[in-house]
């Protein structure tokens, strides 16, 4: 299947020794991040939810596999699938948003993801001039979906998360922040889509001529996550912002294990280099 040879291609880019994203729907507990977030998402792939009285906000669903997972960690955590209001995007591909049909259908929620992404979770079908085109699947046509606008907040009861459009590894790409409190402590926090430069076998990333500004794409966004506020990260892909080495100590730190104020910049350092290596192996 395509799916797995989207996986071979990124896997070609996953960090040495990060053992958790050898299985995308590997199994993982649901865990606290910081204050009225969570993790619900596999050991492979990133989800996140934020939970108020007003409802629940969750970020990304994983692949369709992953769409019964999620929904039994909101169970877990003493939460209704059935109060999520909005599930938020990070990009098109079927290894995040693969999952999102279910999870929407199960809770009613509405989606919402940047207005390239929003067609292809509206219509299923992959972005032709994506640089990983050929390794991608259709994935089932998600109901009840909105584009957001660069910046644009979006509000639930005591919720209030940004979205920031941050193209380059797909046209479609977003990354959301908010902020948390915990034991009279306020911190923001980055849900952080992928800055990979990626591509299928035999395309060029730099010079796609699908999607000809991927790489001036890709160097803006990622401008734009180093200079988040960014006191907790969570990355698309959970092992590029360090998130296993941050939740082993969370036995003896608590939850403040999870605070890197350097997170966003040490995540763009490594996507700058693995980005320049790509442009090297293209030239």
Same mark, same amino acid.
């Given at each position: 299947?395509?799916?797995?040879?989207?996986?071979?291609?990124?896997?070609?880019?996953?960090?040495? %020794?990060?053992?958790?994203?050898?299985?995308?729907?590997?199994?993982?507990?649901?865990?606290?991040?910081?204050?009225?977030?969570?993790?619900?998402? !596999?050991?492979?792939?990133?989800?996140?939810?934020?939970?108020?009285?007003?409802?629940?906000?969750?970020?990304? %669903?994983?692949?369709? #596999?992953?769409?019964?997972?999620?929904?039994?960690?909101?169970?877990?955590?003493?939460?209704?699938?059935? *109060?999520?209001?909005?599930?938020?995007?990070?990009?098109?591909?079927?290894?995040?948003?693969?999952?999102?049909?279910?999870?929407?259908?199960?809770?009613?929620?509405?989606?919402?993801?940047?207005?390239?992404?929003?067609?292809?979770?509206?219509?299923?079908?992959?972005?032709?001039?994506?640089?990983?085109?050929?390794?991608? *699947?259709?994935?089932?046509?998600?109901?009840?979906?909105?584009?957001?606008?660069?910046?644009?907040?979006?509000?639930? +009861?005591?919720?209030?998360?940004?979205?920031?459009?941050?193209?380059?590894? !797909?046209? %479609?790409?977003?990354?959301?922040?908010?902020?948390?409190? #915990?034991? %009279?402590?306020?911190?923001?926090?980055?849900?952080?889509?992928?800055?990979?430069?990626?591509?299928?076998?035999?395309?060029?990333?730099?010079?796609?001529? +699908?999607?000809?500004?991927?790489? !001036?794409?890709? #160097?803006?966004?990622?401008?734009?996550?180093? +200079?988040?506020?960014?006191?907790?990260?969570?990355?698309?892909?959970?092992?590029?912002?360090?998130?296993?080495?941050?939740?082993?100590?969370?036995?003896?730190?608590?939850?403040?294990?999870?605070?890197?104020?350097?997170?966003?910049?040490?995540?763009?350092?490594?996507?700058?280099?693995?980005?320049?290596?790509?442009?090297? *192996?293209?030239?």
């Amino acid at each position: 299947m395509k799916t797995h040879r989207l996986a071979a291609v990124l896997g070609a880019v996953l960090l040495a %020794g990060a053992a958790h994203g050898a299985d995308w729907n590997g199994p993982q507990e649901p865990f606290a991040l910081y204050g009225n977030t969570y993790y619900v998402g !596999t050991a492979g792939i990133s989800a996140v939810l934020i939970t108020s009285k007003a409802g629940h906000i969750l970020i990304d %669903g994983a692949t369709p #596999e992953a769409a019964q997972p999620i929904a039994r960690h909101i169970r877990q955590l003493g939460l209704r699938v059935e *109060d999520v209001r909005y599930i938020l995007s990070s990009h098109e591909h079927g290894d995040h948003a693969g999952g999102i049909a279910a999870l929407q259908k199960m809770s009613g929620a509405t989606v919402l993801a940047s207005p390239a992404a929003e067609k292809v979770l509206r219509t299923g079908l992959p972005d032709k001039g994506d640089p990983q085109y050929k390794n991608l *699947d259709p994935m089932t046509p998600v109901a009840k979906t909105r584009a957001v606008r660069d910046g644009e907040v979006i509000k639930l +009861g005591a919720i209030a998360v940004t979205a920031h459009l941050t193209p380059g590894h !797909t046209r %479609g790409g977003a990354s959301w922040t908010w902020r948390a409190m #915990e034991n %009279g402590k306020t911190v923001d926090i980055v849900y952080a889509d992928s800055l990979n430069a990626v591509s299928s076998d035999g395309v060029s990333f730099s010079r796609n001529p +699908g999607y000809p500004a991927a790489r !001036t794409d890709l #160097e803006r966004s990622m401008v734009t996550v180093a +200079g988040f506020k960014c006191d907790v990260l969570v990355s698309a892909h959970p092992e590029f912002s360090g998130l296993w080495e941050r939740k082993a100590k969370q036995a003896s730190m608590g939850n403040a294990a999870f605070i890197d104020p350097d997170a966003c910049r040490k995540y763009v350092a490594a996507a700058r280099e693995r980005l320049a290596k790509k442009i090297a *192996d293209e030239s």
